[in-house]
Protein backbone atom coordinates (compact mmCIF):
# COMPACT_ATOMS: atom_id res chain seq x y z
CA UNK A 1 0.00 0.00 0.00
CA UNK A 2 1.35 3.67 -1.43
CA UNK A 3 1.56 6.22 1.71
CA UNK A 4 -1.71 8.29 2.03
CA UNK A 5 -0.69 12.09 1.73
CA UNK A 6 -0.74 14.31 4.26
CA UNK A 7 -3.57 16.64 2.23
CA UNK A 8 -6.48 13.62 2.53
CA UNK A 9 -6.63 14.34 6.56
CA UNK A 10 -9.68 16.68 7.60
CA UNK A 11 -7.03 19.13 9.14
CA UNK A 12 -6.92 23.03 8.61
CA UNK A 13 -5.28 24.76 5.88
CA UNK A 14 -3.19 26.49 8.15
CA UNK A 15 -1.66 22.91 9.65
CA UNK A 16 -1.30 22.07 6.00
CA UNK A 17 0.74 24.59 4.89
CA UNK A 18 3.10 23.84 8.07
CA UNK A 19 3.12 20.51 7.26
CA UNK A 20 3.99 21.60 3.57
CA UNK A 21 6.52 24.32 4.67
CA UNK A 22 8.30 21.32 6.46
CA UNK A 23 8.49 18.94 3.36
CA UNK A 24 6.02 16.35 4.89
CA UNK A 25 4.56 15.24 2.06
CA UNK A 26 3.66 11.41 2.56
CA UNK A 27 2.35 9.86 5.72
CA UNK A 28 4.54 7.34 7.97
CA UNK A 29 2.86 3.81 8.49
CA UNK A 30 1.89 5.01 12.13
CA UNK A 31 0.49 8.31 11.14
CA UNK A 32 -1.08 6.95 8.40
CA UNK A 33 -2.89 4.30 10.72
CA UNK A 34 -3.22 6.55 13.73
CA UNK A 35 -4.07 10.26 12.87
CA UNK A 36 -7.44 9.14 11.43
CA UNK A 37 -8.44 7.54 14.97
CA UNK A 38 -6.79 10.36 16.45
CA UNK A 39 -8.78 13.12 14.73
CA UNK A 40 -11.95 10.88 15.93
CA UNK A 41 -11.49 11.71 18.97
CA UNK A 42 -10.29 8.13 20.10
CA UNK A 43 -8.14 6.79 22.49
CA UNK A 44 -4.87 5.24 21.36
CA UNK A 45 -2.25 2.89 22.21
CA UNK A 46 0.30 3.24 19.82
CA UNK A 47 3.51 0.81 19.79
CA UNK A 48 5.75 2.27 17.91
CA UNK A 49 10.08 3.03 18.07
CA UNK A 50 11.53 5.97 17.45
CA UNK A 51 11.93 7.47 14.19
CA UNK A 52 8.53 5.95 12.87
CA UNK A 53 6.92 9.59 13.18
CA UNK A 54 5.13 9.17 16.14
CA UNK A 55 5.83 12.84 17.49
CA UNK A 56 4.22 14.72 14.26
CA UNK A 57 1.50 11.94 14.49
CA UNK A 58 -0.03 13.01 18.03
CA UNK A 59 1.10 16.76 17.36
CA UNK A 60 -0.61 17.14 14.34
CA UNK A 61 -3.90 15.33 16.46
CA UNK A 62 -3.60 17.66 19.19
CA UNK A 63 -2.86 20.79 17.19
CA UNK A 64 -6.59 20.07 15.23
CA UNK A 65 -8.24 20.82 18.48
CA UNK A 66 -6.62 23.85 19.97
CA UNK A 67 -8.56 26.95 20.59
CA UNK A 68 -6.15 29.53 19.65
CA UNK A 69 -8.69 32.31 21.60
CA UNK A 70 -8.22 30.19 25.34
CA UNK A 71 -4.84 31.06 26.41
CA UNK A 72 -5.21 27.98 28.66
CA UNK A 73 -3.39 24.88 28.54
CA UNK A 74 -5.32 22.84 26.48
CA UNK A 75 -2.84 19.82 25.28
CA UNK A 76 -0.60 18.18 27.76
CA UNK A 77 2.61 15.95 26.59
CA UNK A 78 4.58 13.99 29.37
CA UNK A 79 8.02 12.68 28.27
CA UNK A 80 10.43 10.75 30.30
CA UNK A 81 13.84 12.94 29.98
CA UNK A 82 14.35 16.57 29.20
CA UNK A 83 16.40 15.68 25.65
CA UNK A 84 13.07 13.94 24.45
CA UNK A 85 10.94 17.07 25.76
CA UNK A 86 12.88 19.18 23.83
CA UNK A 87 12.71 17.57 20.38
CA UNK A 88 8.85 16.98 21.14
CA UNK A 89 8.19 20.48 21.84
CA UNK A 90 10.54 21.86 18.86
CA UNK A 91 8.55 19.70 16.90
CA UNK A 92 4.97 20.81 17.62
CA UNK A 93 5.91 24.36 17.48
CA UNK A 94 7.06 23.48 14.16
CA UNK A 95 3.77 22.20 12.93
CA UNK A 96 1.99 25.10 14.64
CA UNK A 97 4.30 27.44 12.77
CA UNK A 98 2.00 28.54 10.26
CA UNK A 99 -1.61 28.68 12.93
CA UNK A 100 -1.42 32.07 14.37
CA UNK A 101 -0.86 32.65 18.27
CA UNK A 102 -0.25 28.90 19.36
CA UNK A 103 2.42 29.21 22.33
CA UNK A 104 3.97 25.94 22.93
CA UNK A 105 6.01 25.96 26.59
CA UNK A 106 8.24 23.09 27.83
CA UNK A 107 8.25 22.66 31.61
CA UNK A 108 11.35 20.12 32.53
CA UNK A 109 14.04 20.42 35.41
CA UNK A 110 17.49 21.78 35.05
CA UNK A 111 15.80 24.76 33.65
CA UNK A 112 15.09 28.17 35.98
CA UNK A 113 12.10 27.39 37.52
CA UNK A 114 10.60 31.12 37.62
CA UNK A 115 11.28 31.44 33.99
CA UNK A 116 9.11 28.63 33.23
CA UNK A 117 6.26 30.35 36.02
CA UNK A 118 6.29 33.37 33.96
CA UNK A 119 6.11 31.94 30.98
CA UNK A 120 2.87 30.56 32.18
CA UNK A 121 1.57 33.22 33.32
CA UNK A 122 1.13 34.82 29.86
CA UNK A 123 -1.07 31.63 28.85
CA UNK A 124 -0.11 28.37 27.44
CA UNK A 125 -1.74 26.30 24.30
CA UNK A 126 0.40 23.33 24.90
CA UNK A 127 2.58 21.95 27.55
CA UNK A 128 5.26 19.92 26.59
CA UNK A 129 7.50 18.90 29.93
CA UNK A 130 8.50 15.95 32.35
CA UNK A 131 6.29 14.66 34.94
CA UNK A 132 8.64 15.82 37.94
CA UNK A 133 9.27 19.80 36.69
CA UNK A 134 4.89 19.06 35.69
CA UNK A 135 4.34 17.83 39.17
CA UNK A 136 6.02 20.57 40.56
CA UNK A 137 4.06 23.03 38.78
CA UNK A 138 0.61 21.52 39.69
CA UNK A 139 1.97 21.44 43.46
CA UNK A 140 2.89 25.34 43.29
CA UNK A 141 -0.29 26.15 41.82
CA UNK A 142 1.92 27.54 39.00
CA UNK A 143 -0.24 25.57 36.31
CA UNK A 144 -3.58 24.85 35.77
CA UNK A 145 -3.75 21.13 33.58
CA UNK A 146 -8.28 21.41 34.28
CA UNK A 147 -9.01 22.52 30.66
CA UNK A 148 -6.80 20.00 29.01
CA UNK A 149 -8.54 17.97 26.44
CA UNK A 150 -6.01 16.11 24.98
CA UNK A 151 -3.23 14.06 27.35
CA UNK A 152 0.18 12.26 25.45
CA UNK A 153 2.26 9.95 27.19
CA UNK A 154 5.40 9.81 25.08
CA UNK A 155 7.52 6.83 25.81
CA UNK A 156 5.47 5.47 28.56
CA UNK A 157 7.32 2.77 29.20
CA UNK A 158 10.17 4.79 29.61
CA UNK A 159 8.75 7.06 32.35
CA UNK A 160 7.05 3.77 34.02
CA UNK A 161 11.01 2.24 33.85
CA UNK A 162 12.39 5.78 35.21
CA UNK A 163 10.46 5.25 38.10
CA UNK A 164 7.84 8.14 37.22
CA UNK A 165 4.10 6.20 37.60
CA UNK A 166 3.21 7.50 41.14
CA UNK A 167 3.93 11.16 39.44
CA UNK A 168 2.31 10.41 36.49
CA UNK A 169 -0.51 9.07 38.35
CA UNK A 170 -0.77 12.39 40.30
CA UNK A 171 -0.58 14.63 37.22
CA UNK A 172 -3.19 11.98 35.24
CA UNK A 173 -5.44 12.70 38.40
CA UNK A 174 -5.53 16.62 37.71
CA UNK A 175 -6.72 16.31 33.94
CA UNK A 176 -10.55 16.31 33.15
CA UNK A 177 -11.50 12.68 32.77
CA UNK A 178 -13.41 12.68 29.57
CA UNK A 179 -10.31 13.95 27.78
CA UNK A 180 -8.58 12.10 24.96
CA UNK A 181 -5.53 10.13 25.91
CA UNK A 182 -2.70 9.11 23.51
CA UNK A 183 -0.30 6.28 24.97
CA UNK A 184 2.85 6.22 22.66
CA UNK A 185 5.18 3.21 24.13
CA UNK A 186 8.26 1.57 21.96
CA UNK A 187 7.13 -2.01 24.06
CA UNK A 188 4.04 -3.10 25.52
CA UNK A 189 4.75 -4.95 28.93
CA UNK A 190 2.29 -5.80 31.97
CA UNK A 191 2.62 -2.14 33.54
CA UNK A 192 2.02 -0.67 30.28
CA UNK A 193 -1.45 -2.91 29.60
CA UNK A 194 -2.01 -2.29 33.87
CA UNK A 195 -2.17 1.82 32.89
CA UNK A 196 -4.05 2.30 30.12
CA UNK A 197 -6.80 0.05 31.45
CA UNK A 198 -6.85 2.82 34.41
CA UNK A 199 -6.90 5.92 32.33
CA UNK A 200 -7.99 5.10 28.86
CA UNK A 201 -11.28 4.93 27.83
CA UNK A 202 -11.90 1.97 25.23
CA UNK A 203 -8.36 2.87 23.26
CA UNK A 204 -7.64 1.66 19.84
CA UNK A 205 -4.27 -0.36 18.89
CA UNK A 206 -1.74 0.61 16.63
CA UNK A 207 1.26 -1.46 16.01
CA UNK A 208 3.87 -0.96 13.97
CA UNK A 209 6.22 -3.25 12.48
CA UNK A 210 9.30 -4.21 14.46
CA UNK A 211 11.26 -5.84 11.56
CA UNK A 212 14.18 -4.09 12.09
CA UNK A 213 15.43 -4.14 8.02
CA UNK A 214 13.05 -1.23 7.57
CA UNK A 215 12.28 0.98 4.28
CA UNK A 216 15.17 3.09 4.96
CA UNK A 217 17.88 0.85 5.05
CA UNK A 218 19.42 -2.06 6.24
CA UNK A 219 20.78 -3.11 9.80
CA UNK A 220 23.47 -6.08 9.57
CA UNK A 221 23.63 -7.77 12.80
CA UNK A 222 26.39 -9.79 13.89
CA UNK A 223 26.77 -11.47 17.54
CA UNK A 224 30.38 -12.13 18.97
CA UNK A 225 30.26 -14.91 21.21
CA UNK A 226 33.26 -14.42 23.92
CA UNK A 227 34.72 -15.10 26.95
CA UNK A 228 34.37 -12.52 30.27
CA UNK A 229 37.78 -10.97 29.89
CA UNK A 230 37.12 -10.56 26.00
CA UNK A 231 34.86 -7.87 26.31
CA UNK A 232 37.36 -5.01 25.98
CA UNK A 233 39.61 -6.55 23.35
CA UNK A 234 36.65 -7.68 20.84
CA UNK A 235 34.95 -3.64 21.42
CA UNK A 236 38.10 -2.45 20.31
CA UNK A 237 38.85 -4.68 17.51
CA UNK A 238 34.98 -3.86 16.28
CA UNK A 239 36.39 -0.20 16.07
CA UNK A 240 39.63 -1.13 14.46
CA UNK A 241 38.09 -3.70 12.03
CA UNK A 242 34.81 -1.92 10.64
CA UNK A 243 36.40 2.44 11.31
CA UNK A 244 32.82 3.21 11.48
CA UNK A 245 32.30 7.36 11.24
CA UNK A 246 30.45 7.28 14.81
CA UNK A 247 28.83 4.53 16.84
CA UNK A 248 26.61 4.70 20.29
CA UNK A 249 27.55 1.40 22.57
CA UNK A 250 25.10 0.46 25.19
CA UNK A 251 25.89 -0.34 28.38
CA UNK A 252 23.51 -2.04 31.45
CA UNK A 253 24.58 0.08 33.93
CA UNK A 254 25.77 3.63 34.82
CA UNK A 255 29.33 2.20 36.08
CA UNK A 256 29.64 0.20 32.77
CA UNK A 257 29.30 3.19 30.73
CA UNK A 258 31.99 5.21 32.71
CA UNK A 259 34.71 2.35 32.57
CA UNK A 260 34.17 1.72 28.90
CA UNK A 261 34.27 5.36 27.55
CA UNK A 262 37.68 5.57 29.71
CA UNK A 263 38.79 2.35 27.60
CA UNK A 264 37.57 4.01 24.34
CA UNK A 265 39.67 7.24 25.31
CA UNK A 266 42.54 5.89 26.62
CA UNK A 267 43.13 3.75 23.03
CA UNK A 268 42.18 6.92 20.89
CA UNK A 269 38.76 6.36 20.21
CA UNK A 270 37.44 10.03 21.53
CA UNK A 271 33.75 8.92 23.75
CA UNK A 272 31.97 10.04 26.46
CA UNK A 273 29.35 8.59 28.89
CA UNK A 274 25.78 9.66 29.41
CA UNK A 275 24.04 8.06 32.29
CA UNK A 276 21.43 9.05 34.56
CA UNK A 277 24.11 10.24 37.45
CA UNK A 278 25.10 12.96 35.20
CA UNK A 279 23.66 16.28 35.82
CA UNK A 280 21.39 18.40 33.27
CA UNK A 281 24.02 20.41 32.03
CA UNK A 282 26.61 17.73 31.37
CA UNK A 283 24.03 14.93 29.93
CA UNK A 284 22.99 18.49 27.57
CA UNK A 285 26.43 19.32 26.56
CA UNK A 286 27.62 15.45 26.01
CA UNK A 287 24.56 14.87 23.80
CA UNK A 288 25.39 18.25 21.93
CA UNK A 289 28.98 17.28 21.25
CA UNK A 290 27.46 13.50 19.75
CA UNK A 291 24.53 15.38 17.60
CA UNK A 292 26.85 17.73 15.86
CA UNK A 293 29.97 15.48 15.48
CA UNK A 294 32.20 16.94 18.42
CA UNK A 295 32.48 13.43 19.69
CA UNK A 296 32.03 10.27 17.35
CA UNK A 297 31.01 7.77 20.50
CA UNK A 298 28.58 7.73 22.85
CA UNK A 299 28.60 5.10 25.48
CA UNK A 300 25.06 4.85 27.13
CA UNK A 301 22.45 3.27 29.11
CA UNK A 302 18.85 3.13 27.73
CA UNK A 303 17.31 5.75 30.04
CA UNK A 304 19.99 8.38 29.07
CA UNK A 305 19.99 8.00 25.38
CA UNK A 306 16.19 7.87 25.71
CA UNK A 307 14.78 10.10 22.39
CA UNK A 308 18.61 10.35 20.78
CA UNK A 309 18.00 11.32 17.32
CA UNK A 310 20.85 10.62 15.03
CA UNK A 311 20.17 11.11 11.65
CA UNK A 312 23.22 9.11 10.63
CA UNK A 313 24.14 6.52 12.83
CA UNK A 314 27.06 4.03 11.30
CA UNK A 315 27.64 1.46 14.23
CA UNK A 316 25.60 -0.02 17.46
CA UNK A 317 26.96 -2.41 19.64
CA UNK A 318 25.90 -3.91 22.99
CA UNK A 319 28.26 -4.33 25.68
CA UNK A 320 25.99 -6.65 26.88
CA UNK A 321 22.97 -7.74 25.61
CA UNK A 322 19.98 -6.31 27.27
CA UNK A 323 17.12 -8.22 29.10
CA UNK A 324 14.10 -7.66 27.01
CA UNK A 325 14.83 -8.42 23.36
CA UNK A 326 12.58 -5.76 22.68
CA UNK A 327 15.16 -3.33 24.22
CA UNK A 328 17.59 -5.04 21.90
CA UNK A 329 15.70 -3.74 18.81
CA UNK A 330 15.05 -0.26 19.67
CA UNK A 331 18.98 -0.23 20.63
CA UNK A 332 19.67 -1.37 17.01
CA UNK A 333 16.98 0.51 15.09
CA UNK A 334 19.26 3.54 16.08
CA UNK A 335 21.26 2.98 12.67
CA UNK A 336 20.19 1.83 9.36
CA UNK A 337 18.62 4.79 8.44
CA UNK A 338 17.78 7.18 5.52
CA UNK A 339 18.90 4.22 3.07
CA UNK A 340 22.28 3.08 4.73
CA UNK A 341 22.90 0.44 5.83
CA UNK A 342 23.48 0.01 9.75
CA UNK A 343 26.33 -2.13 11.55
CA UNK A 344 24.95 -3.65 14.94
CA UNK A 345 27.19 -5.52 16.81
CA UNK A 346 26.37 -7.58 20.38
CA UNK A 347 29.13 -9.28 22.93
CA UNK A 348 28.11 -12.36 24.35
CA UNK A 349 29.51 -14.69 26.73
CA UNK A 350 28.38 -17.77 27.68
CA UNK A 351 25.93 -16.99 30.46
CA UNK A 352 24.20 -14.69 28.13
CA UNK A 353 23.37 -17.07 25.46
CA UNK A 354 19.33 -17.49 26.85
CA UNK A 355 19.17 -13.62 26.23
CA UNK A 356 20.08 -14.60 22.39
CA UNK A 357 17.55 -17.44 22.39
CA UNK A 358 14.93 -14.79 23.17
CA UNK A 359 16.15 -12.39 20.72
CA UNK A 360 16.09 -15.56 17.87
CA UNK A 361 12.86 -16.28 19.35
CA UNK A 362 11.34 -12.60 19.01
CA UNK A 363 12.71 -11.52 15.52
CA UNK A 364 11.94 -15.29 14.13
CA UNK A 365 15.24 -15.52 12.75
CA UNK A 366 18.60 -17.26 13.69
CA UNK A 367 21.42 -15.14 15.71
CA UNK A 368 24.15 -15.01 13.12
CA UNK A 369 27.59 -15.56 15.56
CA UNK A 370 31.24 -14.50 14.92
CA UNK A 371 34.13 -15.07 17.23
CA UNK A 372 37.09 -12.26 18.19
CA UNK A 373 39.75 -13.57 15.56
CA UNK A 374 37.69 -13.26 13.07
CA UNK A 375 38.44 -9.51 13.16
CA UNK A 376 41.05 -8.08 11.93
CA UNK A 377 43.15 -5.84 14.32
CA UNK A 378 44.94 -1.92 13.63
CA UNK A 379 47.10 -1.00 16.52
CA UNK A 380 47.66 2.45 14.97
CA UNK A 381 44.23 3.37 14.64
CA UNK A 382 42.38 6.35 15.94
CA UNK A 383 38.92 8.05 15.57
CA UNK A 384 38.60 11.75 16.45
CA UNK A 385 35.85 14.30 16.36
CA UNK A 386 35.63 15.44 12.56
CA UNK A 387 34.34 19.55 14.67
CA UNK A 388 35.05 20.65 17.88
CA UNK A 389 32.07 22.67 19.71
CA UNK A 390 32.94 26.46 21.10
CA UNK A 391 30.67 26.98 24.01
CA UNK A 392 29.71 31.09 24.32
CA UNK A 393 28.48 32.53 27.94
CA UNK A 394 25.48 34.14 25.66
CA UNK A 395 22.02 33.01 24.41
CA UNK A 396 18.46 33.53 23.51
CA UNK A 397 17.93 35.29 26.64
CA UNK A 398 20.59 37.78 25.58
CA UNK A 399 19.16 37.48 22.29
CA UNK A 400 21.48 35.72 20.38
CA UNK A 401 21.02 34.33 17.10
CA UNK A 402 22.60 31.62 15.37
CA UNK A 403 23.06 34.32 12.36
CA UNK A 404 25.48 36.37 14.46
CA UNK A 405 27.63 33.78 15.24
CA UNK A 406 28.30 32.17 12.07
CA UNK A 407 28.52 36.50 10.81
CA UNK A 408 31.39 36.87 13.37
CA UNK A 409 33.40 33.64 12.28
CA UNK A 410 33.04 34.07 8.46
CA UNK A 411 33.39 37.64 8.33
CA UNK A 412 35.67 38.77 11.41
CA UNK A 413 37.33 36.02 12.02
CA UNK A 414 37.78 35.54 8.19
CA UNK A 415 36.36 31.37 8.48
CA UNK A 416 35.46 29.47 5.97
CA UNK A 417 31.88 28.85 5.56
CA UNK A 418 32.72 24.69 5.62
CA UNK A 419 34.18 24.71 8.60
CA UNK A 420 31.10 25.87 10.34
CA UNK A 421 29.27 22.99 11.84
CA UNK A 422 25.96 22.80 13.70
CA UNK A 423 25.19 26.18 15.86
CA UNK A 424 22.82 25.77 18.77
CA UNK A 425 21.03 28.80 21.12
CA UNK A 426 20.16 27.89 24.65
CA UNK A 427 18.77 29.94 26.97
CA UNK A 428 21.74 31.41 28.32
CA UNK A 429 24.49 29.81 26.21
CA UNK A 430 25.29 28.95 22.66
CA UNK A 431 27.45 26.47 21.28
CA UNK A 432 29.04 26.35 17.88
CA UNK A 433 30.73 23.08 15.88
CA UNK A 434 33.91 24.09 13.48
CA UNK A 435 36.21 22.11 12.14
CA UNK A 436 39.20 20.95 14.24
CA UNK A 437 41.72 22.17 11.98
CA UNK A 438 40.74 25.97 12.60
CA UNK A 439 40.01 25.78 15.92
CA UNK A 440 43.25 28.06 16.59
CA UNK A 441 42.32 30.56 14.59
CA UNK A 442 38.73 30.49 15.70
CA UNK A 443 39.51 30.73 19.97
CA UNK A 444 42.53 33.48 18.88
CA UNK A 445 38.97 35.88 17.54
CA UNK A 446 36.29 35.24 20.22
CA UNK A 447 38.83 35.78 22.79
CA UNK A 448 39.86 39.07 21.88
CA UNK A 449 37.01 40.15 19.15
CA UNK A 450 33.17 40.67 19.78
CA UNK A 451 29.51 39.07 19.15
CA UNK A 452 26.82 41.58 18.07
CA UNK A 453 29.40 44.56 19.38
CA UNK A 454 29.95 43.08 22.86
CA UNK A 455 32.74 41.10 24.14
CA UNK A 456 31.64 37.66 24.99
CA UNK A 457 33.32 34.40 26.75
CA UNK A 458 33.98 31.77 25.05
CA UNK A 459 35.83 28.18 25.73
CA UNK A 460 36.19 24.67 23.96
CA UNK A 461 34.36 22.00 25.27
CA UNK A 462 35.90 18.90 25.99
Known amino acids: MSPSAFSKLNISPAQLKSLEALGYKAMTPVQEQ ?6 KG ?26 PRFFGAQALVLCPTRELADQVGAEIRRLASQMPNIKVVMLCGGKPFGAQRDSLQHGAHVVVGTPGRIHDHLTKGTLQIDQVSTLVLDEADRMLDMGFADTMQAIIAEVPKNRQTLLFSATYPDNIQKISRSIQANPAMVQVDDDVAHEE ?12 HERYPTLLALFEHYRPKNAAVFCNTKKQCAEVADFLNEHDIEAKALHGDMDQRERDQVLLQFANGSCPVLVATDVAA ?11 VNYELPRDPEIYVHRIGRTGR ?8 SLVTESETPRLRQIEQYQDQP ?12 PNYELKGEWVTIQFDSGRKQKMRPGDILGALTGDAGLPGSAIGKITIADYSSYVAVSRDVLRQAMNYVSQGKIKGRNVRARRLR
Open 34 to 39: SIPLIL
Open 42 to 67: RDLVVRAKTGSGKTATFGIGLLNKIN
Open 217 to 228: GVIEQLFFEIKK
Open 306 to 316: RGLDIKSLAMV
Open 338 to 345: AGETGLAF
Open 367 to 378: CACDVLASLDRD
